[in-house]
């Protein structure tokens, strides 16, 4: 099971926000390079980055995005604002490993079949369905949809994609413990790895995810309670790796 921490960007610095309001954000750090550095000697081998500015408009981050890129060797993955078959490209071209989806799988999955279907390009980008109560949410959690979240999480294993990153926004950033059940569901719909993420509180969460996942949960993804340290991500990957032995 992969343990992946995660660096959320606005400005060039570290932040996370709460159930995805900007209104509610919090700074940690300044040089994401050396987060990302960090996270890699304690043993990770997959960082999660969201360009929060390029999810909404306002700019990217794709200067600091390249420099994380040349400061780590481990895998590394990229949302936030990747609306199109360019923008696809764009991070693929700056050595990213894999290009996350999210409103524009929701909104419109013909045009990310389309991409999938002339290149290997699905391969290499990653689903991401944020929900509230099994309904996708999009545009940054502003929007609503009626699409249901595990319909589109088997749409997304349909049309090549490589993995299903499944998000219930009650808990993201509230360290209120994961959705473990919630995942587990769309896990057995996506018939593609699908990983955990928000709610993440504390270490223990990692052994409650092992065991009552069922081994259909591929790994999770942890923000706060890293940077606010009640998660010790060595510790944690130790437990994985204990498992899998």
Known sequence: MLVIPAIDLIGGRCVRLRQGSYTDTTVYDSDPEKVARSFVEAGAERIHLVDLDAARSHGDNCATIKRIRQSVSCTLEVGGGVRDRDAVDRLLDLGIDFAIVGTVLAR????????????????????????????????????????????????????????????????????????????????KAAGIPVILSGGIASTADTDLIIREGQGLIQGFIVGRALYEGAFDLAQAIAMTRREEQ
């Open 108 to 187: 419109d999955p013909d045009a990310v079949a389309r991409w999938t279907a002339d290149s290997d390009r699905g391969k290499r980008m990653i689903a991401s369905i944020d929900a509230r109560e099994g309904i996708v949410q999009v545009a940054g959690w502003q929007e609503g949809t009626e699409v249901n979240a595990r319909v589109l999480a088997r749409t997304a294993g349909e049309i090549g994609l490589s993995a299903v990153e499944y998000t219930n926004i009650a808990r993201d950033g509230m360290l209120s413990g994961p959705d473990v059940a919630g995942t587990r569901n769309v896990a």
